[in-house]
């Protein structure tokens, strides 16, 4: 991927993308590279997600690197 793309952004092309796989008629050569498109942006989703696990289960360890889970109480007023 040549662009910086926050995951918010690639999920939306990606589903853009989706949808255009699915309802517009495509050349082959256009679908074979909007799906190519499409899979570099799923593998760039799932690696932000990944990351983003790696670091919760970092923060959520004790004072002995065990693993706490705690279960999260977002703040709904916040939102």
């Known amino acids: 991927m040549k662009k910086k793309l926050d995951f918010e952004k690639a ?18 050569d256009k679908a074979l590279k909007t799906f190519e498109h499409g899979i570099e942006l799923s593998r760039y989703c799932a690696k932000c997600l990944d ?8 923060l959520s360890r004790d004072e002995n690197n065990e693993l706490v889970l705690n279960a999260w109480e977002g703040d709904s007023e916040d939102l």
């Open 11 to 28: 999920l939306k092309e990606l589903e853009k993308l989706v949808r255009q796989l699915e309802e517009d008629d495509l050349p082959l």
């Open 51 to 58: 990351d983003v696990e790696k670091r919760i289960k970092q």
